[in-house]
């Protein structure tokens, strides 16, 4: 499995000859490792309706004629935009693809879109747990810390964990350090940080504290880089 960090919370997962991108927020991401026009995948997968996180996943859908995995009410919103393809999920549920397993995991946040000063309610924010043959992936998508990750990490052997650190918006590193205790992942990934002076953070900080203070291995990666497992 080859995991590359496209920036800000925007992760494309490639396993088997398949391609599945998380939150492809890359049009006006001055992170964005690659253009939206450039990404070609077989899923897309939205935590949650703000702008940072929907991104380009429906133009890129279209291009791709990629099927758009959401919260229920986020995805009946990008049918509507023009999706070729969505399937709605909610919080606990779990389902087959041909790219693998999805299960839809809680997150503490808030999810809606402004549409002429107005905002629309799009469902429930969410991570995703997704399974790829034999190795197991967590996004935790934008989240706050929560005692459920704990059950999280019973019901997975967590081979990679993708998580926000930035703070203010997120979970900030002494929270994601606490996640990481309650998950037990192999490895983690910090996201979602550094996008925006109010998201900065010293992520080499956060991979020493990871390494010392727990069993994972923390794998801090540059926009566009990748690491394979």
């Known amino acids: 499995m080859k995991i590359t960090f496209l920036g800000h919370a925007a992760c494309l997962i490639e396993e088997g000859g398949k391609k599945v991108v998380i939150d492809p927020f890359l049009t006006g991401n001055p992170q964005a490792a690659i253009k939206a026009s450039d990404l070609k995948v077989d899923g897309i997968l939205i935590t949650h309706g703000h702008g940072d996180h929907l991104g380009d996943s429906v133009n890129i859908a279209k291009n791709s004629d990629a099927l758009i995995v959401a919260i229920h009410e986020l995805a009946l919103y990008c049918k509507a935009q023009g999706a070729p393809k969505v399937h709605g999920m909610n919080i606990g549920g779990s389902y087959n693809f041909d790219f693998g397993r999805v299960k839809m995991v809680p997150a503490l946040h808030s999810s809606a879109i402004v549409e002429n000063g107005n905002s629309m309610y799009l469902g429930e924010p969410c991570g995703f747990v997704i399974q790829m043959k034999d190795l197991t992936v967590y996004h935790a998508g934008d989240t706050g810390l929560f005692h459920d990750m704990a059950f999280i990490g019973e019901e997975f052997e967590i081979d990679l964990a993708l998580l926000p650190i930035g703070d203010n918006y997120v979970m900030g590193p002494d929270d994601a350090l606490r996640a990481v205790k309650m998950l037990k992942p192999k490895r983690v990934v910090p996201?979602?940080?550094?996008?925006?002076?109010?998201?900065?953070?010293?992520?080499?900080?956060?991979?020493?504290?990871?390494?010392?203070?727990?069993?994972?291995k923390c794998i801090v990666l540059n926009p566009g880089e990748s690491v394979e497992i």
């Open 191 to 216: 996201i979602h940080y550094n996008t925006f002076p109010v998201i900065e953070q010293d992520a080499k900080v956060f991979k020493s504290r990871i390494e010392k203070e727990t069993d994972a």
